[in-house]
């Protein structure tokens, strides 16, 4: 053999001795994991302290698993209520940066319809108003918008009673340029949609057929000393009501935008927002970013994070407080694992003796332990995902769990997720990890 061979190989005893390391190495960890089974599966004789690894091993299951299901749940409620925001919320919402309303016949507005990933744009005429049906009173939000608003959200879909018309051509109770505060025949009828509670607040019921009145205080004019003087006034029919959320349907009444334009003396493109309507696979990022440049920094654009603020911070913030609920909960399951690990190397104090005798370093007889511990926690991973992903899909599937006949789904609504699994396994490993490397420290070996 060649210096060029020595070079490319090694020295033959060499590597026969690297080879020899490592199959020693390899042999010992085997011989070491051996050892942990045999601890925790012996058949001959059933301890008390096989007893506590099973129940450790239970336990570490059972909070897995109580995990998987409490996370479930909470993604599927989540996804319930912004799937209910967004029966309500547009995928872009348009407003001006400064000032209250604009006219779309300042901006492109035939550019912006025309914009890739844009479905429809609605426009929306918002504001407070004061609404009276016989002796009862309600302070709304007044939201005004177009023919164009059933294809931007899912509200016509959610009507609990009556059905989508906010303006018919049939004469009857309506405005008309004229006089908007008494009630008379005209070309139009108006009609009214209410949140759900809105609309009970007011006593209004499927069979009424007296209009409502909406008071507006007039722009730009002082406080006046009677009605006339003081607000606009209109009158609608009670068209029908609506199921989304609470705070939507304790505030909001929708209207025909002609109808809100006339009383607020707005010009007839005028309005206070835009609504737009993506396609499915747009990239809501890529398409607000090109609507804010075609539109400039007189306006701003909000996605439907943005436009509930509060609502995410707060599903953000209790699903952060979730896991360190259920975290806590993994973690005061691991003392079982501590006590039984810390009872087996009392037990087996005379195996230990025979090992360190026979020559086997402290640090490997350690590791018989701590091997014995890492199974336990990955069996009781394992078997807690399982349990876990079973009882979600059955949730899902079957409906098992009921919420009540007054809520908007009937059963607890479940959403799995894969990193929710990740996120599970790696927090429980690692938590069982350092109690079975406290619980190894600690023990006379």
Same mark, same amino acid.
């Given at each position: 053999?060649?210096?060029h061979t020595?070079?490319?190989?090694?020295?033959?005893?060499?590597?026969?001795m690297?080879?020899?390391t490592?199959?020693s190495?390899?042999s010992a960890f085997?011989?070491?994991?051996?050892?942990?089974r045999r601890y925790?599966?012996?058949r001959?004789q059933?301890?008390? !302290?096989n007893?506590?690894?099973? *129940?450790?091993l239970?336990?570490?299951?059972?909070?897995?698993?109580?995990?998987?299901?409490?996370?479930?749940?909470y993604?599927?409620?989540?996804?319930?209520t912004?799937?209910l925001?967004?029966?309500?919320?547009p995928?872009l919402?348009?407003q001006p940066?400064e000032?209250?309303?604009?006219h779309?016949s300042d901006i492109?507005?035939?550019?912006?319809?025309?914009?890739?990933?844009v479905t429809? =744009?609605?426009?929306?005429?918002e504001?407070n108003?004061?609404?009276?049906?016989r002796?009862?009173?309600?302070?709304?939000?007044?939201?005004?918008?177009?023919s164009q608003?059933?294809?931007?959200?899912g509200?016509?879909?959610?009507?609990?009673?009556?059905v989508?018309?906010?303006?018919?051509?049939?004469?009857g109770y309506g405005?008309?340029s004229?006089?908007l505060?008494?009630?008379?025949?005209?070309?139009?009828?108006?009609?009214?949609?209410?949140?759900?509670e809105?609309?009970?607040?007011?006593?209004?019921?499927?069979?009424?057929n007296?209009?409502?009145?909406?008071h !507006?205080?007039?722009?730009?004019?002082a406080?006046g000393?009677?009605?006339?003087e003081?607000?606009?006034t209109?009158y609608?029919?009670?068209?029908?009501?609506?199921?989304?959320?609470?705070?939507?349907?304790n505030?909001?009444?929708?209207?025909?935008?002609s109808?809100?334009?006339?009383?607020?003396d707005?010009?007839?493109d005028?309005?206070?927002s835009?609504?737009?309507?993506?396609?499915?696979r747009?990239?809501v990022?890529?398409?607000?970013? @090109?609507v804010?440049?075609l539109?400039?920094?007189g306006f701003?654009?909000?996605?439907?994070m943005?436009?509930?603020?509060i609502?995410y911070?707060?599903?953000?913030?209790?699903?952060?407080?979730i896991?360190?609920i259920?975290?806590? *909960?993994?973690?005061?399951?691991?003392?079982?694992?501590?006590?039984s690990l810390s009872?087996l190397?009392?037990d087996?104090?005379r195996?230990?003796?025979?090992?360190?005798?026979?020559?086997m370093?402290?640090q490997?007889?350690?590791r018989?332990?701590r091997? @014995?511990?890492?199974? *336990?926690?990955?069996?009781? =991973? =394992?078997?807690?995902?399982?349990?876990?992903?079973?009882?979600?899909f059955?949730?899902?599937?079957f409906g098992?769990?009921?919420m009540g006949?007054?809520? =908007?789904?009937?059963?607890?609504?479940v959403?799995?997720?894969?990193?929710?699994?990740?996120f599970?396994?790696l927090?429980?490993?690692?938590?069982?990890s350092?109690?079975?490397?406290?619980?190894v420290?600690?023990?006379?070996?």
């Amino acid at each position: 053999m060649n210096k060029h061979t020595h070079r490319l190989f090694g020295h033959p005893s060499q590597k026969g001795m690297a080879d020899a390391t490592d199959n020693s190495r390899f042999s010992a960890f085997n011989y070491q994991f051996t050892m942990a089974r045999r601890y925790f599966f012996s058949r001959k004789q059933k301890t008390v !302290i096989n007893i506590i690894s099973w *129940i450790s091993l239970i336990g570490i299951a059972v909070s897995t698993a109580a995990l998987i299901v409490v996370l479930g749940v909470y993604n599927g409620i989540g996804n319930l209520t912004q799937t209910l925001f967004n029966s309500f919320d547009p995928p872009l919402l348009v407003q001006p940066a400064e000032g209250k309303t604009f006219h779309t016949s300042d901006i492109d507005y035939a550019t912006l319809c025309s914009l890739d990933g844009v479905t429809a =744009v609605s426009q929306i005429a918002e504001e407070n108003a004061w609404v009276t049906y016989r002796h009862n009173e309600a302070i709304v939000s007044l939201r005004g918008v177009d023919s164009q608003y059933p294809k931007i959200t899912g509200l016509d879909t959610l009507l609990y009673e009556g059905v989508y018309v906010l303006k018919s051509e049939y004469g009857g109770y309506g405005n008309d340029s004229d006089s908007l505060s008494q009630p008379g025949i005209n070309a139009y009828t108006y009609f009214l949609l209410f949140g759900a509670e809105v609309y009970y607040n007011l006593g209004i019921r499927e069979a009424s057929n007296l209009p409502v009145a909406v008071h !507006i205080p007039k722009r730009g004019v002082a406080m006046g000393l009677t009605m006339e003087e003081a607000f606009n006034t209109g009158y609608a029919m009670p068209g029908g009501n609506f199921y989304i959320q609470q705070d939507i349907d304790n505030m909001y009444v929708v209207a025909d935008i002609s109808f809100v334009r006339q009383l607020m003396d707005y010009a007839d493109d005028e309005c206070t927002s835009l609504a737009i309507a993506l396609q499915p696979r747009a990239k809501v990022q890529k398409v607000k970013k @090109e609507v804010a440049q075609l539109l400039g920094d007189g306006f701003t654009v909000k996605d439907r994070m943005e436009q509930q603020p509060i609502y995410y911070k707060v599903f953000r913030s209790e699903r952060l407080g979730i896991y360190l609920i259920l975290a806590l *909960i993994v973690l005061i399951s691991t003392l079982n694992l501590i006590a039984s690990l810390s009872l087996l190397v009392l037990d087996k104090q005379r195996d230990i003796a025979i090992l360190r005798s026979m020559g086997m370093q402290r640090q490997q007889v350690r590791r018989i332990f701590r091997l @014995e511990g890492v199974m *336990i926690s990955a069996m009781g =991973v =394992v078997a807690g995902l399982l349990v876990g992903f079973v009882i979600c899909f059955l949730q899902q599937r079957f409906g098992i769990v009921k919420m009540g006949s007054n809520f =908007v789904v009937s059963a607890f609504p479940v959403a799995m997720r894969g990193i929710d699994f990740l996120f599970t396994f790696l927090l429980v490993m690692g938590l069982s990890s350092l109690a079975v490397l406290f619980a190894v420290r600690r023990s006379k070996i």
